[in-house]
């Protein structure tokens, strides 16, 4: 167990709607890393949130956007769905103070678009 | 950009040791990272290397050279249960030491009885 929390773990909808992902840190940790991963393919970085702030952007589309809360939870939120969204999405997170090259994976949300 | 190479495939037997390549292209490299994610399943952290040299876990060790840009990871005395997919990763050097990490598209271990 990682300690990274992620919500709900299997998702199904249609296309065209609206979705949202949950996300919670490990304890204590800062950084919040959102990551993509379609069928056999590696994990792409989405978006990074460090202390409530925006961090760092990878390809994100202008349907997806994030947020981080005070409590340093966070959320993805996923618009007007189309088939190739079908993915894992993982979040994962770290202390935001040492470089170890370590970040904690949660279990990922699997998002299937019909 | 930011680049990593890894075979997509590796077949071994059980008790034998296999080596997963990575070789990079990157600026502002802080070290390469592995991690092993069964399927389905959740990355998991193996190891960091942030100077040249080797690296020992257990059954796992990870080698750095960071004047070829090259890695990899070795596994001996394969298991069953090592058949996975195995990441390298960088830094994004835009998001300097705290940066997001920059996957490799990983490669798929398959350990046969």
């Known amino acids: 167990d990682s300690g990274v929390t992620q919500t709900p773990k299997h998702l199904i909808t249609a296309t065209g709607q609206r979705v949202t992902l949950r996300c919670s840190p490990r304890s204590g940790d800062l950084s919040v890393y959102w990551y993509q991963q379609s069928l056999d393919q590696g994990l792409q970085f989405l978006i990074q949130?460090?202390?409530?702030?925006?961090?760092a952007k990878g390809n994100i589309l202008e349907r997806f956007s994030a947020q981080q809360f005070p409590d340093l939870h966070s959320e993805l939120n996923l618009s007007s769905l189309e088939l190739g969204d079908s993915a894992l999405y993982f979040c994962a997170s770290s202390s935001g103070v040492a470089n170890t090259g370590e970040l904690f994976f949660g279990e990922g949300s699997r998002l299937t678009v019909l | 950009g930011q680049s990593l190479e890894q075979p997509s495939e590796v077949t071994a037997v059980e008790g034998a040791i296999v080596q997963i390549n990575c070789t990079y292209q990157?600026?502002?490299?802080?070290?390469l990272s592995w991690y092993q994610q069964h399927d389905g399943g959740a990355p998991t952290f193996l190891s960091y290397?942030?100077?040249?040299g080797l690296e020992e876990t257990g059954r796992f060790s990870s080698f750095l050279s960071r004047s070829d840009s090259y890695g990899y990871l070795l596994l001996q005395e394969l298991q069953m249960k090592d058949s996975a997919s195995y990441f390298c990763a960088v830094r994004d050097r835009n998001g300097g030491s705290q940066g997001n990490l920059i996957f490799g598209k990983g490669t798929k271990l398959s350990v046969k009885p």
């Open positions: 990157t600026s502002g490299f802080y070290g």
């Open positions: 290397n942030a100077l040249d």
């Open positions: 949130y460090y202390n409530g702030e925006e961090r």
